[in-house]
């Protein structure tokens, strides 16, 4: 079983940055794809995105260009770069760990126009 942590969301101004972070626990936090999903209220879950074990990426379109997912299996750690935020990038933003279906407890992020 893995246990995610989710971090480093806030308040930020449209056009700025946030780097969010995703630590786990657990022996295996290497094994499976990971990803970044976001939820607005009264909204299905969406996927931002997603990073394979051995790295390869995918994004939303909504996304692609402005973040960029990594992960550090060292650190059992994922990351979502936020570059050029918008208004509507303002939700709750979850880890997946798709190996153990474990979600993180979510981290805001809240981009002022």
């Known amino acids: 079983q893995v246990h995610l942590v989710e971090s480093g969301g806030g308040l930020v101004q449209a056009g700025g940055s946030l780097r969010l972070s995703c630590a786990g626990s657990?022996?295996?936090?290497?094994?499976?794809?990971m990803g970044w999903y976001r939820q607005a209220p009264g909204k299905q879950r969406e996927l931002v995105a997603r990073?394979?074990?051995?790295?390869?990426?995918n994004y939303s379109d909504s996304v692609k260009g402005r973040f960029t997912i990594s992960r550090d299996n060292a650190k059992n750690t994922i990351y979502l770069q936020m570059n050029s935020l918008k208004p509507e990038d303002t939700v709750v933003y979850y880890c997946?760990?798709?190996?153990?279906?474990?979600w993180g407890q979510g981290t805001q992020v809240t981009v002022s126009s």
């Open positions: 657990g022996r295996f936090f290497s094994i499976g794809s």
């Open positions: 990073i394979t074990s051995d790295g390869s990426t």
């Open positions: 997946y760990a798709d190996f153990f279906g474990t």
